[in-house]
């Protein structure tokens, strides 16, 4: 049988059927199935008409069923989707809900931003007005500051230049070269030419403390010898002691290396105003300076101080600390702080038995902390002080030949010229001079052995920063340099170079001031040197233009129509000129001045109030080729 035809099954079996008969169920023109009848007998005319209306009732209902079944399908999905709808309109609901919310805190948080913006924006202009009003007050500062420099600077001059004819003078009075002064007069020229140094002192110490408020004070870090140091404060303190009958004592720990690594200026800068007040507070008893290592006792305030300050490369880092204690009035608690500002004293009253300004301490703090260090003080009203200054130790190899060594077995004393001072080299920083052997021992034989070095080391230029001061000359501490001697005791001063003298060379003076040309030419003359004087700048070059022969010039700074900056430059183009040796003078101290005076020409530079002997010795040096 052809695949597809039925076959009719009857009791008797199977057989292919005679006639069949396909009928297509038809709905609106669309096939929705087939009806096939297979039949023995041929299928009549009725039956073809019955099948046909047949096939059309089956096609609706067959419709019918398979639209209500996809309507079944649509309507669950319906259902479904509408309750997904429910469910998203809910979540929806929920969401706009948040929304509403979040819009609302939204609207508050801009709100509050908007505030926060105006008030920014009035802090802005707060801001940027304080900073305009900074700006302005920074400006004035920084005015403020050069008009203190100038003024300072030109205070300078005007207080060095009357003190330089002062001391030369009062120090020619007390020479008493021609032996027709009493000894009560020359006693009065002492008086006045201790006052002048003390003025002095006051000067320097005044622009010592504006260099350090404008960070403009230099340190120039060197070797320097602990033997030196030790032989300097002894020449310079044991006389002053000595005359008040104090004890005084300088006691070196054997631990110590034999030399630093700092700056001897400034070091001596401090102890001597650590020991000059010493010696003024105490009236009975003792001084006594100590320098010992440092390492436990140190306070710890001090070491974290100095931690932050980045001058100790860790917490253990070793410290020297010289020690100056006295036996004096002593300090109340309640002054400690208040003795390290500057122009206070812890008795500050009018009616105060110790004068001076109270700097000394202030500046002496700043250097210390130039130099790395600290100052610690410690007191007692009615049982003394002790102020320390603590600096690090770094280690240092072994002194230069010829440097004594300090013998081990505990501290002892040092005691002035017992020790025989060698004949050996000074460190870099005190120029080429030489300490000269000489047998004599206490402290008026070291003081002027020491003095005769100084005044060799002054020949070298000073260095920048150093307002021209020698690096190593004593100043006045309390009492005037020159105390004069007891019976049948040599005098514990320097002796002046009476030694040099010039075979009447020409030298020219170029200064406004005649109180200074008098001054110096009453030193020169009795010298052995012929002085020309010029007024201004102009009028000495005309006077070197009528005498060819000039062999030194002394030029002064400051002075109207054509300063001495001008004048020498104008001189150095001068052919016959180009090597006259100019020194210039000048009461002006400040940074930059030497530097300024060694650019426009001059050969050396002293400043004001000049030291006859240091001139003198410069002098010589420029005019003999030395």
Do not use: C
């Amino acid at each position: 049988m052809p695949p597809g035809y039925l076959k009719i099954s009857s009791g008797l079996g199977e057989a292919p059927p005679a006639h069949v008969i396909v009928l297509p169920v038809l709905f609106e023109g669309k096939v929705l199935g087939v009806i096939e009848l297979a039949s023995f007998q041929p299928f009549t005319q009725i039956q073809k008409d019955f099948l046909n209306q047949i096939a059309e009732m089956i096609a609706t209902s067959v419709n019918t069923i398979s639209v209500n079944t996809k309507t079944e399908v649509l309507l669950e999905q319906s259902q479904e989707l509408t309750e997904q709808l429910r469910e998203r309109s809910a979540e929806l609901e929920n969401r706009q809900k948040a929304l509403q919310e979040s819009n609302a805190e939204l609207e508050e948080k801009a709100e509050l931003l908007a505030r926060q913006n105006r008030d920014i924006e009035v802090k802005n202009t707060e801001i940027e007005e304080a900073r305009q009003v900074l700006e302005e007050r920074a400006e004035q500062l920084a005015v403020s500051m050069r008009y203190k420099s100038e003024f300072l600077a030109n205070m300078s001059h005007e207080l060095r230049t009357p003190l330089n004819s002062l001391l030369i003078l009062a120090k020619l009075l007390a020479d008493n070269a021609e032996g027709n002064l009493s000894p009560k007069q020359v006693e009065f020229a002492e008086t006045i030419h201790g006052a002048g140094s003390d003025l002095l002192q006051l000067i320097n110490d005044i622009l010592d403390l504006s260099k350090v408020e404008a960070g403009k004070m230099d340190v120039s870090p060197t070797r320097i010898a602990l033997v030196q140091l030790v032989d300097y404060v002894e020449a310079t303190f044991r006389p002053l002691t000595a005359e008040k009958g104090l004890d005084f004592s300088v006691r070196v720990s054997p631990e110590l290396p034999a030399t630093l690594h700092t700056d001897e200026q400034r070091l001596l800068q401090v102890l001597r105003n650590l020991l000059s007040n010493a010696v003024k507070f105490t009236d009975t008893g003792a001084v006594e300076l100590v320098i010992r290592p440092a390492n436990a006792d140190v306070p710890d305030a001090i070491r974290e101080q100095l931690l932050e300050a980045g001058s100790l490369r860790d917490a253990d880092a070793d410290l020297i600390a010289f020690s100056v204690t006295d036996t004096g009035i002593g300090i109340a608690a309640s002054k400690m702080r208040v003795i390290f500002e500057a122009f206070k004293q812890a008795d500050g009253t009018t009616s105060r038995k110790y004068g001076g300004t109270g700097l000394g301490l202030s500046i002496s703090r700043e250097i210390a902390r130039l130099l790395g260090g600290e100052i610690h003080a410690a007191s007692e009203p009615g049982r003394g002080s002790t102020f320390t200054l603590y600096l690090p130790l770094h280690p240092s190899e072994l002194p230069p030949q010829g440097y004594p060594q300090f013998t081990p077995g505990g501290m002892e004393p040092l005691r002035g010229g017992a020790t025989a001072v060698p004949d050996v080299e000074l460190p870099a920083d005190t120029g080429p001079a030489r300490l000269p052997s000489d047998p004599q021992t206490g402290p008026a034989g070291l003081f002027r052995r020491r003095r005769k070095a100084m005044g060799a080391a002054e020949q070298r230029p000073a260095l920048p920063g150093q307002s021209g001061q020698p690096a190593a000359v004593p100043q006045a501490p309390a009492a005037p340099q020159e105390p004069r001697p007891e019976s049948g005791q040599e005098a514990a001063v320097p002796e002046p170079r009476r030694g040099i003298m010039f075979d009447n060379e020409k030298v020219l003076i170029v200064d406004d001031d005649i109180r200074n040309v008098f001054a110096l030419t009453s030193v020169l003359e009795q010298h052995g040197l012929s002085v020309l004087y010029a007024e201004n700048g102009r009028e000495g070059i005309e006077v070197m233009e009528q005498h060819d022969d000039v062999t030194l010039v002394l030029m002064d700074i400051m002075m109207p129509e054509m300063d001495g900056y001008a004048t020498t430059t104008a001189i150095r183009r001068m052919p016959q000129f180009a090597g006259l040796p100019i020194i210039a003078l000048t009461a002006k101290a400040m940074k930059g001045d030497r530097e300024k005076a060694i650019e426009s020409g001059a050969s050396d530079y002293v400043t004001k109030p000049v030291d006859p002997d240091h001139l003198l010795s410069v002098m010589e040096q420029w005019m003999r080729g030395e």
